[in-house]
């Protein structure tokens, strides 16, 4: 059978067999298999940049137009000894699923296909032809443990040249572990909270984490998502008024939208609605909070959430630079993302 375990999957992506054709890289942790699908990528060794070398399609895309992965696949590179097709947000698309069915049983000559899926239940369409097949690889991704966790704490660090205490250490592995993308955004977003220190401390930890005092953000912050300017306003300035510190609401705003930008994730790669989506959340959205972080997830799209996240992690830097600008910048961004949102509520 053409497939790993999940602990196989990562020393398979540091030497991958040269004979296989297919990698279909597949789990409900989406961060996870983008990422290791970039790892595969790069170890083609074709200029990823180049859209002569590197076709990148979207799994609807493959799906609208039949034969489009098996045309592709069969076209002679113009300026290079073969192709990478990157197929992403795959999922039980039938039309890819018999490509690539045609495609194991006559192997591409010319072309390496990578395809990044969903939660693929086993014995099920494009997973089973895959794990069939001679020529083709498939790999899973679920959910970080506790020793995955800490490698990519290790990698971040090592980018950063930055060391961590224990204490430190602990206390984020705890916020870590649903999402690899998530995660990985996380430990970046701390980073640079403590860029130019040679370590990163307890307080350090606890200042990115947010509600560590026994105050609650949630007011201003489900305005923000809300678009509701004006609540923001007063909740914001009631929050520094009483001494809170502007960052620990920027940093309870990115934590919301990434958690909803991995939701919105398995939305569109897994065709399920903002309910569903929520109810299988895990950690568990709060009862009380469903409804609006349903109607987040139908406002805001990926791109959006991209947006709004890059806002966020400027305004961090920022505050970093001039703290005695941190409020206004603070708010500016906070604002800012209202102000996004309450726009994409007219248009939904």
């Not at 990163?200 to 998502?225: E, P, R, W």
Request: one cysteine or more; charged letters at 30%.
């Amino acid at each position: 059978m053409a497939q790993k375990k999940g602990y196989e999957v990562d020393s398979w992506l540091a030497r991958p067999d040269p004979r296989i054709s297919i990698v279909l890289l597949y789990g409900p942790d989406r961060g996870l298999v983008a990422e290791r699908a970039k790892a595969f990528a790069g170890k083609t060794g074709l200029p990823l940049d180049d859209p002569f070398s590197v076709v990148r399609l979207d799994g609807s895309e493959v799906d609208r137009d039949e034969g489009r992965l098996l045309d592709e696949a069969r076209t002679v590179p113009m300026f290079s000894d073969r192709r990478l097709l990157w197929v992403r947000n795959a999922s039980g698309q039938k039309a890819l699923a018999d490509d690539v069915k045609a495609l194991t049983s006559e192997p591409p000559r010319d072309a390496i296909i990578l395809i990044e899926a969903g939660d693929l239940k086993k014995g099920v369409g494009l997973r089973s032809i895959v794990e069939a097949a001679d020529i083709a690889m498939a790999l899973p991704c679920y959910a970080d443990e506790a020793r995955d966790i800490d490698t990519v704490i290790d990698d971040e660090l090592r980018k950063a040249g930055m060391s961590m205490t224990l204490e430190a250490r602990q206390a984020l592995r705890r916020n870590l572990g649903g999402d690899r993308l998530a995660s990985r955004g996380e430990i970046e977003k701390l980073v640079l909270y403590a860029h130019g220190q040679a370590e990163i401390g307890l307080d350090d930890v606890k200042a990115t984490s947010g509600d560590v005092s026994g105050l609650s953000f949630d007011d201003a912050v489900d305005a923000v998502l809300e678009g509701k300017v004006g609540d923001f306003d007063m909740a914001f300035t009631r929050h520094c008024q009483s001494g809170g510190q502007a960052f620990l609401v920027l940093s309870s705003a990115m934590r919301q939208l990434q958690a909803i930008q991995a939701m919105r994730g398995l939305m569109d790669t897994g065709g399920r609605n903002a309910a569903a989506v929520v109810a299988a959340a895990r950690p568990p959205v709060f009862f009380s909070r469903r409804k609006l972080v349903e109607k987040a997830l139908e406002r805001w799209n990926s791109e959006a959430l991209g947006r709004a996240l890059t806002r966020l992690q400027t305004a961090v830097l920022q505050t970093r630079r001039r703290p005695d600008l941190s409020v206004a910048l603070a708010r500016q961004a906070l604002l800012g993302i209202a102000v996004e949102s309450a726009r994409l509520a007219q248009r939904t």
